[in-house]
């Protein structure tokens, strides 16, 4: 069964920090992995999709990277801004699986002025 | 640019109501889903649908009803809503073109 963790739970950053956020998963016969934002009380915004014969993704200040031999992904934000707050989650999709994601618990990254 | 549409939004139920949660997308997307969000248990899968006429179970699926008549509108009925079942719903229509999923605002159930 494939088992999707983030660590931390949260951290909290000065703000111009660059920082990373890490997401490992059980099995690597993946599809694709989805990093995603969530601020509170809202719904999720997708970020950066890397297909499985990707190594890395980028968007503006971030870059998602995967290794899938080893079951890890990490998303980098550079220059952290306090606007940046929010809670961030990864999905793995399995090849098959349709749109059925497997969703970390999330990291909540505080970015203070 | 709608994108994935719930509504409502915020709603109270008693136990043992019924009510249903409103999801449609205007993506033209065949795959929908509707997942649940617990603190401390992250977002857990509920239904799928494939496809108008075609759902599955997901790894929560016992109290809700679900069906989908047509590709824009993928309803989650509850039947006899419980306390277990206060959370926050999120709708889900999946791109096969971009391998993204997209997600609605959410609503927020509780029930007392």
């Known amino acids: 069964k494939q088992e999707v963790t983030q660590i931390p739970a949260a951290l909290s950053v000065p703000e111009g920090e660059n920082l990373v956020l890490n997401c490992s998963f059980t099995d690597s016969a993946i599809y694709n992995l989805q990093w995603f934002r969530q601020d509170p009380g809202k719904g999720l915004t997708s970020l950066l999709l890397i297909q499985s014969s990707q190594r890395e993704q980028t968007s503006g200040r971030l870059n998602a990277s995967l290794d899938k031999s080893s079951g890890r992904s990490t998303l980098y934000i550079a220059a952290s801004q306090p606007g940046d707050s929010a809670t961030y989650l990864c999905?793995?999709?399995?090849?098959?699986?349709?749109?059925?994601?497997?969703f970390g618990k999330g990291t909540k990254l505080s970015v203070k002025p | 640019n709608a994108g994935v549409t719930q509504t409502p939004k915020f709603q109270v139920l008693k136990t043992g109501q019924s009510m249903t949660l409103q999801c449609a997308q205007d993506?033209?997307?065949?795959?929908m889903s509707w997942y649940r969000q617990d603190p401390g248990m992250g977002l857990r899968l509920i239904h799928y649908s494939v496809g108008a006429g075609i759902t599955d179970q997901g790894e929560v699926p016992n109290g809700y009803n679900v069906s989908r008549s047509t590709t824009e509108d993928f309803p989650l009925r509850l039947l006899s809503a419980a306390p277990s079942q206060t959370s926050v719903y999120f709708c889900?229509?999946?791109?096969?073109?971009?391998?993204?999923?997209?997600f609605g605002e959410g609503s927020r159930l509780t029930v007392l």
């Open positions: 993506m033209n997307h065949e795959y």
């Open positions: 999905a793995v999709k399995r090849r098959g699986s349709q749109g059925n994601l497997i």
């Open positions: 889900a229509s999946y791109g096969v073109v971009t391998g993204e999923l997209f």
